[in-house]
């Protein structure tokens, strides 16, 4: 079963619920049974977008858009609108969302027990638990940072009061949510299974990184999360996550915090790829699970390619044991940090087809299989790209990519931001391509808000490239 929404007109579905604290789900409308991909009902009548009426308006198709998480059908349908109505359509449908979906029960800071639906892991339901702070209002002009803890350590997310706990350590108004550590890939772990090395290989597996990113964008979805403020950390296991989510999901942190926790073996390419999200490691000098000298030697790497990365070694503390002492230390070291939407540059290793993109550059194609396992380590990633935007000018060098695109924004020209009539001159592997004019696509912003919900970053079009 999933939620509905009604919105101009259109009952919509959406993968996610949450529930109060009374246990009844809680969104904009009646919940109906799933439809197949292009049927929605309008007025109460059945519509099949697969032939649009022409009756139905840039913001109905935008609805049924992210309704299908973004179908071939649907967008078919909003191939031929204008390219700035789609995005206005879709500012309105997001905010008509975030003023219905929120759950006003969560004032007095409940967490919500919630589950969530992504097509990407075979519609998967998974659990996490979100805190609100008290006095949350659904106001576009004060969103609030986002603190993602991302792998609750236990299977009771009805009783937790981890986030509570983290928000007042943390002194400051933030939304935070956490996923069930158990169940992160249909697995049930047993308490051996937990202390033993099969941890770790979840720890590392991309279904769980592909779950962590819709329960943010769900998060997104129904509440004003500041995009430009998103962190995630943790103790231990849960640190270790959120590097591995940083690394495999980049660009969706400013920073992450991890406390006590390890870094794993991997490739170089793969902790490039958080050229442009801070890191503050946080660890005992007495640490006798996790080796101080780890942390410090991966820190100083990412330091010494000039990366955001400190490294805070507390004398005479053990493992975890400075969490609570240090955390409301280490929030304003992360709220000083803000994620940029278009950094001038880009670097992606990918080893998985379920996120192939980081800011301004998509990976489409790739020029050999990728790993079966989608597990991060141990070998390198088979596909990376490096991108470097400036003076109307992108250079990007390929490793394994066949295919790619570049998006932008709409702004004065300037790293992933430009007009349309634009030049943009592209040179991939030392080849020159182009100059090409650029041109507004009116698909490009719904399709990554399908991905992300994330309304700040709303694409004005797509430079499609295939390497020489």
């Known amino acids: 079963m999933r939620r509905a929404g009604v919105v101009a007109g259109l009952v919509i579905a959406s993968a996610c619920t949450t529930s109060g604290s009374n246990g009844d789900a809680v969104d904009g409308g009646a919940s109906v049974d799933a439809r197949p991909v292009g049927d929605v009902l309008v007025d109460g009548a059945e519509v099949d977008l697969a032939l649009?009426?022409?009756?139905?308006?840039?913001?109905?198709?935008?609805?049924?858009?992210?309704?299908?998480?973004?179908?071939a059908v649907v967008m078919d349908a909003l191939a031929g609108a204008t390219p700035a109505l789609v995005r206005e359509a879709l500012v309105a449908v997001d905010a008509r969302q975030k003023a219905t979906s929120w759950v006003s029960g969560v004032s007095h800071g409940h967490p919500i027990p919630a589950t969530c639906l992504t097509p990407l892991l075979a519609d998967f339901e998974?659990?996490?638990s979100l805190f609100v702070p008290e006095g949350y209002r659904a106001d576009p002009a004060a969103p609030l940072p986002l603190y993602v803890d991302p792998a609750h350590p236990t299977d009771a997310l009805e009783s937790d009061r981890t986030l509570p706990w983290l928000a007042s350590l943390a002194g400051r108004p933030f939304l935070m949510v956490t996923v069930n550590f158990y169940n992160r890939l249909s697995l049930e772990l047993s308490e051996q299974d937990y202390r033993s090395d099969a941890l770790a290989s979840v720890r590392g597996h991309h279904d769980y990184f592909v779950a962590l990113d819709a329960v943010v964008a769900d998060v997104r979805r129904k509440y004003y999360v500041d995009s430009a403020?998103?962190?995630?950390?943790?103790?231990?296991?849960?640190?270790?996550?959120?590097?591995?989510?940083?690394?495999?999901?980049?660009?969706?942190?400013a920073a992450i915090n991890p406390y006590s926790a390890g870094t794993a073996p991997f490739d170089e390419g793969l902790y490039?790829?958080?050229?442009?999200?801070?890191?503050?490691?946080?660890?005992?000098?007495?640490?006798?699970?996790?080796?101080?000298?780890?942390?410090?030697?991966?820190?100083?790497?990412?330091?010494?390619?000039?990366?955001?990365?400190?490294?805070?070694?507390?004398?005479?503390?053990?493992?975890?044991?400075?969490?609570s002492a240090v955390l409301p230390e280490a929030v304003p070291w992360m709220l000083e940090r803000r994620r940029s939407l278009t950094p001038s540059v880009v670097h992606k290793a990918v080893k998985d087809s379920?996120?192939?993109?980081?800011?301004?550059?998509r990976v489409t194609e790739v020029s050999a299989p990728l790993p079966p396992d989608g597990s991060l380590y141990p070998s390198p990633a088979?596909?990376?790209?490096?991108?470097?935007?400036?003076?109307?000018?992108?250079?990007?060098?390929?490793q394994g990519v066949a295919r790619f695109e570049l998006l932008w924004l709409q702004g004065d020209l300037g790293p992933g931001r430009a007009m349309a009539g634009d030049a943009l001159e592209v040179v991939v592997n030392g080849s020159r391509l182009g100059p090409f004019t650029l041109e507004e696509d009116?698909?490009?912003?719904?399709?990554?808000?399908?991905?992300?919900?994330?309304i700040s970053r709303s694409w004005a079009g797509r430079v499609r490239l295939e390497v020489p």
């Open 382 to 398: 088979p596909a990376v790209i490096d991108a470097t935007w400036s003076d109307g000018e992108v250079r990007v060098e390929t």
């Open 272 to 323: 490039r790829n958080l050229v442009n999200t801070a890191v503050l490691a946080v660890h005992g000098t007495e640490d006798d699970l996790v080796p101080l000298a780890l942390v410090r030697s991966t820190i100083e790497t990412l330091a010494g390619w000039g990366f955001d990365a400190e490294l805070w070694a507390m004398e005479g503390e053990g493992h975890g044991t400075m969490f």
């Open 52 to 71: 649009p009426e022409p009756e139905l308006s840039v913001e109905e198709r935008v609805i049924a858009a992210v309704a299908s998480d973004c179908s």
């Open 126 to 128: 998974f659990e996490y």
């Open 229 to 253: 403020r998103i962190y995630a950390g943790g103790v231990s296991a849960v640190g270790n996550s959120a590097w591995f989510h940083a690394i495999f999901s980049a660009d969706q942190y």
């Open 354 to 361: 379920r996120e192939v993109s980081a800011w301004w550059v």
């Open 442 to 454: 009116a698909t490009v912003a719904v399709e990554d808000y399908c991905r992300r919900a994330d």
